[in-house]
């Protein structure tokens, strides 16, 4: 599926900013995988010693940053899940600063949060390989707001490269 294939709707909303973070007929497979390669040379990239930084009093710190990518990921993995399997209960949003809160982030080592992507991003690549294009055209609702597992596959790729900027512009 090319991202050109989703539907108007799908640019009408809050993510529109990350959909449009991605080139612009990128084809979604290819996204998630090469965007895991690139994502582990860019946290591999990261001195261990700005983990803590924040750019700003209030601000997320940089592991803080890395974990949210990892929980956002996990949580529309999930979604794109359900209505990958004609799931039609809507689904509640999360808070993200609450998840930021629990996250022990400020513990956490580098390399386990690369571990933890890794992870992450192999299992939302076996939830999305196969889906034929009728599975990713599928629908639900989640956060009040209308979706396709397509639209979310690319979400996913499309938070991740606009917080990797704001990473590369703000952090490091």
């Given at each position: 599926?090319?991202?050109?294939?989703?539907?108007?709707?799908?640019?009408?909303?809050?993510?529109?900013t990350y959909l449009n973070a991605l080139e612009a007929d990128v084809e979604l497979?290819?996204?998630?995988?090469?965007?895991?390669?690139?994502?582990?040379?860019?946290?591999?990239?990261i001195p261990d010693e700005k983990l803590p930084y924040a750019y700003s009093e209030?601000?997320?710190?940089?592991?803080?940053?890395?974990?949210?990518?990892?929980?956002?990921?996990?949580?529309?993995?999930?979604?794109?899940?359900?209505?990958?399997?004609?799931?039609?209960?809507?689904?509640?949003?999360?808070?993200?600063?609450?998840?930021?809160?629990?996250?022990?982030?400020?513990?956490?080592?580098?390399?386990?949060?690369?571990?933890?992507?890794?992870?992450?991003?192999?299992?939302?690549?076996?939830?999305?390989?196969?889906?034929?294009?009728?599975?990713?055209?599928?629908?639900?609702?989640a956060s009040e707001i209308p979706w396709t597992v397509g639209g979310l596959g690319?979400?996913?790729?499309?938070?991740?490269?606009?917080?990797?900027?704001?990473?590369?512009?703000?952090?490091?």
């Amino acid at each position: 599926m090319r991202k050109s294939e989703l539907e108007v709707y799908e640019f009408e909303q809050f993510y529109t900013t990350y959909l449009n973070a991605l080139e612009a007929d990128v084809e979604l497979m290819p996204s998630l995988s090469l965007g895991m390669d690139d994502f582990l040379a860019f946290m591999e990239a990261i001195p261990d010693e700005k983990l803590p930084y924040a750019y700003s009093e209030g601000k997320w710190t940089l592991a803080e940053v890395l974990v949210h990518i990892i929980d956002a990921e996990r949580v529309f993995q999930y979604r794109a899940f359900r209505f990958s399997r004609n799931d039609r209960t809507p689904l509640a949003g999360f808070e993200q600063n609450g998840y930021i809160q629990e996250s022990n982030a400020g513990k956490r080592s580098k390399e386990d949060l690369i571990a933890e992507y890794t992870l992450v991003r192999k299992c939302t690549l076996a939830v999305f390989d196969g889906l034929d294009v009728e599975k990713l055209k599928r629908g639900g609702i989640a956060s009040e707001i209308p979706w396709t597992v397509g639209g979310l596959g690319f979400v996913i790729c499309g938070h991740q490269e606009h917080h990797r900027k704001i990473i590369a512009e703000r952090y490091l």
